[in-house]
């Protein structure tokens, strides 16, 4: 779990604006995820990849943008097209998809302002 | 798509008593079957998970068990004590290259001194 850094940990937005949480892991794993949880809401998927330079949406996905330029990364972008941003982000990594554990990271809390 | 859900949404016990949690899924292809522990404020932490080659688990006070047939797994914690207090998420997902793991709603156990 040490392995996957989220910064900031805490992040406030104004109205129209866009923001981007980093996420970093050096435990060498293929797959990284994005999760938003909301009270009651449980975990939902926004965007997942499996390899570099590719990814795929998941539950969630509007209003936000992601890339996977390099295997360790995987930066979330909150466009201003996302109506009710705020909430607890987490980042997730896992070695491979399906049947594999996924390790999270500390997480970062969005609200705008 | 998988649809994962979990009863009850809050568990109250008495330290020393059992806890059971119960999670049901609606994909007979669903394979992997985790569960996180998260404590308020902090990431999700996995604490055990089964594969549907198994039908229970056991690590010191936690146990899991899964009925395929009829779709459930349960996560069991004897001898409770008050930091086993969190929000507990069940979890399940197929093998494969484009599987993705379907969290539950949570749970949150409050254990009384």
């Known amino acids: 779990d040490g392995g996957i850094t989220q910064s900031p940990k805490y992040l406030f937005r104004k109205e129209g604006q866009n923001v981007t949480l980093s996420c970093e892991q050096n435990?060498?794993?293929?797959?990284m995820y994005w999760y938003r949880q909301d009270p009651g809401q449980g975990l939902r998927l926004i965007y997942y990849?499996?390899?570099?330079?590719?990814?795929q949406k998941g539950d969630i996905a509007e209003g936000y943008s992601v890339s996977r330029e390099k295997k360790e990364s995987f930066p979330l972008t909150v466009t201003s097209a996302q109506k009710n941003p705020t909430a607890f982000y987490l980042c997730?990594?896992?070695?491979?998809?399906?049947?594999?554990?996924?390790?999270f990271g500390e997480g970062s809390w969005l609200t705008v302002v | 798509g998988e649809n994962v859900e979990q009863h009850p949404s809050t568990l109250s016990v008495q330290e020393g008593d059992s806890a059971v949690i119960k999670c049901t899924y609606s994909?007979?292809?669903?394979?992997?079957f985790p569960w996180y522990k998260q404590e308020l404020g902090k990431r999700p932490q996995l604490i055990i998970d089964?594969?549907?080659?198994?039908g229970e688990k056991k690590d010191q006070r936690i146990a899991v068990t899964l009925n395929k047939t009829a779709k459930h797994f349960s996560l069991h914690i004897t001898e409770t004590q008050p930091e086993d207090s969190a929000v507990y998420f069940c979890?399940?997902?197929?093998?494969?290259?484009?599987?993705?793991?379907?969290f539950g709603k949570g749970i949150t156990l409050s254990v009384r001194p």
């Open positions: 997730a990594s896992s070695i491979g998809q399906g049947r594999n554990t996924i390790y």
């Open positions: 435990l060498n794993h293929d797959a």
């Open positions: 990849s499996q390899i570099v330079n590719d990814f």
């Open positions: 994909d007979s292809a669903s394979n992997y």
């Open positions: 089964i594969r549907s080659n198994v």
């Open positions: 979890a399940a997902s197929q093998a494969g290259a484009n599987s993705k793991l379907t």
